[in-house]
């Protein structure tokens, strides 16, 4: 099972969809006897491929909103104590 193919989702694999949409719009008995397969194999590998791509922006960004919240507290920490004692 895949994901909806939405082009706009998947900017990525968006030739691999296409075609893989034709072969079903030509092929409209033969695509359940493993006429579009290889399409499909090919259409999960970009999948995969696209989500790691994801997966690791994601991480990267999580990261770098981790240090800020860190250096943030760090900063709330060090003024906290100056403000109790004026």
Known sequence: MHPPLTLHRHPMCADIIEEF?????????????????????????????????????????SKKFKERLQAYKKEMAEKEPQEQTT
Not at 37 to 61: G, S
């Open 21 to 61: 949409e034709k072969c079903h719009a030509e092929n409209p008995i033969r695509k359940f006897f493993g006429e579009c397969t290889e399409l499909k194999v090919k259409l999960d590998h970009c999948f995969r491929q696209e989500k790691a791509i994801k997966r690791k922006a994601n991480f990267e960004e």
